[in-house]
């Protein structure tokens, strides 16, 4: 499955943003997806991750109750809703598929993704 992600751009503090990855080549009713970012000089950390019906997300500590992930099975596309953003959210975020298989819980480490987008940079102004 092929991933590409889109939507970043450059946000003032406490902005909001939406970034999107479009899927293709699989069916993506059958991929966990989630989300990742990574600073410069840090390594890639896990932001967001939903199951493949849309139950089950899972938010790493530092944006729960600011970012928001979503999926729609009819477009392929998997969506992070970023609100009250903050200069320490600023990374290149990746999309990432989990599958196809019958996992349940959504991982937070990347090596239990096998498929991953290009990355689409946020940039939070303070």
């Known amino acids: 499955v092929q991933l590409q992600a889109s939507g970043g751009g450059l946000v003032q503090a406490g902005g909001s943003l939406r970034v999107s990855c479009a899927t293709s080549?699989?069916?993506?009713?059958?991929?966990?997806m989630g989300w990742f970012r990574q600073a410069p000089g840090k390594e890639r950390e896990f932001v967001a991750g939903i199951g493949r019906t849309g139950a089950g997300t899972r938010y790493a500590d530092s944006v729960k109750g600011r970012f928001t992930i979503s999926r729609d099975n009819a477009k392929d596309t998997v969506y992070l809703q970023m609100n009250n953003l903050k200069p320490e959210d600023t990374a290149v975020y990746y999309c990432?598929?989990?599958?196809?298989?019958?996992?349940?819980?959504?991982?937070?480490?990347?090596?239990?993704?096998?498929?991953w987008g290009q990355g689409t940079q946020v940039t939070v102004s303070s």
């Open positions: 080549g699989g069916t993506f009713s059958r991929y966990l």
């Open positions: 990432a598929a989990d599958g196809p298989g019958q996992r349940l819980t959504v991982r937070i480490t990347p090596n239990d993704y096998n498929y």
